[in-house]
């Protein structure tokens, strides 16, 4: 936990500051110890479980984890109350661990867990766990990790902590001055001195402490100590913004915004015609000190130089260039935007709509929900951004190992306003002042820092074509067809998109008595036009749109009203309406239907409302929670819709939320310097958890969503060059491939996730038809149905089609059986004679 303190900037306090409020910097504790294992005697009562075998050699206990679920535990008869596990271990196993905890009455269980992240380098490393006791502490259980390997404990050390009795729950500050609200948390009367003066509060009850504010400087820097007797003193600073003080300001003006930068290098105001957008402040600090800075150069750069630190800082167009260099660990620079927030983002955390709180539990309920100061790896791209009715302030940075930190509204300082800064030593940083969406900031960032070197492909393609038919002929095929997944518990069917991805790598149709829709996560009915079913194919796709129609609310909505509603603050959401749409569209594409077509257009209309992806996973994941695979079913269907109806609106939309899906994806990787073989255009699902709990899907890749997502990209990409879509999309690919299992029982298959820093595959062990669909339309190549249309006709074939004079021209395998269908309606059998024509009049 970091120990820096409280910071503030405080501006006009409103009724939101009444809410309970995230304290990022808790009260320090008084510490018992409760018991200690220095192993210099044997395991100490430890005992191996399950999956790995305990043993004692130089006063170190040896962990040989033989599994994917090791761990030990140990008996314990002590109090509860909050407790601190810290250990000294060296991991080389995988994933992370966990420690887990009875009492008498309640047994170990997902309420009584800690997960923690571990690093397996082989290195030395302590770790620290903090869990609460309800009654008395029955046992303890450590999972080191979720793989085999080895995991060696140096001294284990168990606290107690009593915590202070004092908690600075609020900060208040306007033209009374600064107010310091000290609440009492135990259950006696506490007495303490602050400010110069001494205070009693009663049990539950809280004091408001005013230190003097001299208010000559434009930030000024207010401190507090509590002092009581027998606990450690609680400081906070507190950096007040006074808007009349005099100063000498340095005026630089950008494109579109001026900045006065105070010539003491405390603070830069940002303005627009007089008001304020947002402040830097301060530009840097140490544990709430700022060091004292004196201007050296005034050129295009200005130049601030204190003890220890440089401070270089110019604008040029809509952004601003900063540059620290540090002997020391200092945050900056603080950067806090103005207004009522309509957008934000921390990239792979949290993406917020309409006045929404960051580090809320709306989508995750766990401790994870806390995401301020998040690990660096969970970042998936630098970049961090506001959006408020004043401006969009954003940030980006290029040392991807610095600590950001995240909060709206600002509870780092107690503040209406919504603030970003880094931490390090070395921080070159770049924010932009604009007026735009925040997908905007997004494009912005992804070019300023350049897409990432496309990681290596592992196989050749016929290579992949092996592997995968390997897993389609192996792990997955059963009595009855495949299974989605491998594994008895999933059932086998003869899948659609399963046969249709072994008649489309072979050449050959499986022979199977009947077919079932689906089976991938791209769906593809080739198979019914190879194997005279196309008429059962339309068929059931009509029913399958009566049923969506049916389903559409009459402004074009479809509404959710399962148990993963709860929290979010409408019915619906973008990735709920963007799946019906993308099937009403791919009829309407295939066939020319105008009830679908005029279906999917008011869906079409009505999603243009939403400005941020989620609610397609409701499966699992709340409605609410910010979601890449909503993002691809927003690109499939606006892509579709411009295309059906020529609607530029609709190509903008497209373009607009295949942007809000890259944060989603990681574009940077570890693997220069280390051995992260996996993890440049990773993708994770969702910035949120399963059922509210767990696994927490923020920093654990899941690539078959990021897979149907650059499935949507290449229908985009030849109309938007915006990004490089293609290229992204193959990023995304190359991961996957990389992802998926290269030898052994699972050759072939894909994992459900996949953990970074263990560089560990995790089931279920997917097919991979959806990955074969992908390479096939980047390598320019059918993997569904072809379709050809002009004002008269339109025609959909399993080859490729083009219609002139009056035909349908189809460039077919020789030999092959296969159906085409006309205008929707009509279905004609063709034997291939390599060029086929097909008169349509």
Avoid at 118 to 140: C, M, N, P, Q, S
Avoid at 438 to 466: D, S
Avoid at 573 to 589: H, I, M, N, T, Y
Wanted: positive net charge; contains cysteine.
């Amino acid at each position: 936990m970091n120990t820096t303190p409280l910071i503030y900037l405080l501006l006009t306090w409103t009724a939101t500051a009444a809410e309970p409020a995230i304290n990022p910097f808790p009260s320090p504790a008084l510490s018992e110890e409760v018991a200690e294992w220095s192993f210099n005697r044997g395991a100490q009562g430890w005992t191996a479980e399950r999956d790995c075998t305990l043993s004692w050699k130089a006063g170190t206990l040896q962990v040989t984890s033989t599994g994917d679920d090791p761990y030990f535990h140990r008996p314990m008869n002590v109090a509860g109350g909050p407790m601190r596990l810290v250990m000294r271990v060296r991991s080389r196993t995988a994933g992370r661990g966990s420690l887990y905890w009875a009492t008498p009455t309640a047994p170990r269980s997902e309420e009584r867990r800690r997960s923690f992240r571990l690093v397996h380098d082989g290195k030395w490393r302590e770790y620290e766990i903090r869990f609460e006791v309800a009654g008395r502490l029955a046992d303890l259980r450590i999972d080191p990790g979720t793989a085999p390997g080895t995991f060696e404990i140096d001294r284990m050390t168990l606290f107690r902590d009593q915590p202070h009795p004092l908690v600075i729950e609020r900060v208040l500050s306007g033209a009374e001055g600064t107010r310091f609200e000290v609440k009492n948390r135990s259950s006696r009367l506490v007495a303490f001195r602050a400010a110069g003066r001494q205070y009693s509060v009663a049990a539950g009850e809280k004091v408001t402490v005013k230190p003097p504010v001299k208010g000559v400087a434009p930030l000024e820097a207010v401190s507090v100590d509590i002092i009581t007797e027998l606990f450690p003193p609680l400081r906070r600073t507190v950096f007040v913004h006074n808007a009349r003080a005099n100063s000498d300001w340095i005026t630089r003006r950008g494109d579109g915004f001026t900045a006065r930068i105070a010539d003491d290098g405390s603070i830069v105001r940002i303005e627009r015609e007089g008001q304020l957008l947002a402040f830097i402040g301060p530009l840097v600090h140490y544990d709430g000190k700022p060091p004292r800075l004196s201007i050296v150069g005034r050129g295009d750069v200005l130049r601030f130089r204190g003890e220890g630190v440089t401070v270089d800082l110019s604008i040029e167009g809509k952004e601003i260039s900063i540059a620290i260099e540090s002997g020391k660990v200092c945050e900056g620079p603080v950067v806090r935007t103005i207004g009522s927030l309509q957008q934000g983002l921390l990239a792979g955390l949290e993406y917020l709509g309409r006045g929404e709180r960051s580090s809320s539990k709306l989508d995750v309920e766990t401790e994870a929900h806390l995401r301020y100061a998040p690990n660096a790896l969970d970042v998936t791209m630098p970049l961090m951004a506001f959006v408020t009715d004043r401006a969009t302030v954003a940030m980006t940075w290029t040392d991807m190992t610095l600590q950001p930190t995240f909060a709206t509204p600002n509870f780092f300082d107690g503040a209406d306003d919504h603030r970003m800064s880094l931490r390090g030593k070395k921080l070159q940083v770049t924010v932009r002042v604009d007026q735009c969406p925040l997908e905007e900031m997004i494009l912005w960032a992804a070019k300023k820092q350049g897409l990432p070197p496309l990681p290596k492909a592992p196989r050749t393609a016929e290579e992949q074509w092996k592997l995968c038919l390997k897993a389609i002929n192996g792990p997955l095929k059963g009595k009855g067809g495949w299974g989605h997944c491998a594994g008895e518990r999933w059932a086998r069917h003869p899948y659609a998109d399963i046969a249709s991805t072994v008649w489309r790598l072979t050449g050959k149709a499986p022979n199977v008595p009947r077919i079932v829709p689906n089976g991938a996560h791209v769906h593809n009915d080739a198979i019914y036009f190879v194997s005279g079913r196309t008429k059962e194919w339309l068929d059931r796709q009509r029913r399958k749109i009566d049923g969506i129609i049916r389903r559409q609310k009459p402004d074009g909505s479809f509404r959710y009203a399962g148990k993963f509603a709860r929290g979010h603050f409408e019915d619906t959401a973008s990735g709920q309406c963007a799946k019906p749409a993308v099937d009403l569209l791919e009829f309407a594409r295939i066939t020319g239907d105008a009830k679908a077509l005029a279906a999917a257009r008011r869906t079409l209309d009505y999603m243009q409302r939403f400005r941020t992806p989620r609610g397609a996973q409701v499966w699992e994941v709340p409605l609410h929670t910010p979601d890449q695979l909503a993002s691809a079913y927003l690109v499939w269907a606006y892509t579709r819709g411009y295309e059906l109806t020529g609607e530029r609106e609709y190509l903008k939309q497209a373009r607009r939320w295949a942007l809000s899906g890259v944060p989603f994806v990681y574009l940077w990787s570890r693997q220069p310097t280390t051995t992260y073989a996996t993890m440049a255009y990773a993708t994770v699902p969702v910035y949120g958890a399963t059922n509210w709990q767990a696994p927490v899907w923020i920093g654990l890749p899941v690539q078959w969503v990021g897979g149907v997502y650059a499935y949507a990209l290449t229908m985009l990409a030849p109309h938007d060059d915006s990004l490089d879509w293609n290229r992204l999309a193959r990023g995304i690919l190359h991961c996957a491939e990389q992802m998926q299992y290269p030898d052994g029982p699972h050759a072939g298959l894909l994992p459900d996730a996949f953990i970074l820093d263990g560089q560990q595959r995790l089931p279920a062990r997917i097919n991979p038809c959806a990955l074969v669909s992908l390479r096939l339309v980047l390598d320019g190549k059918l993997d569904f149905l072809s379709v050809a249309s002009d004002k008269q006709h339109r025609v959909a074939a399993p080859f490729p089609v083009t219609l002139r004079d009056g035909k349908a021209h189809i460039r077919a395998l020789r030999g092959t059986k296969y159906q085409v269908l006309i205008d929707g309606k009509k279905i004609v059998d063709v034997t291939s004679q390599g060029d086929d024509v097909v008169p349509l009049r």
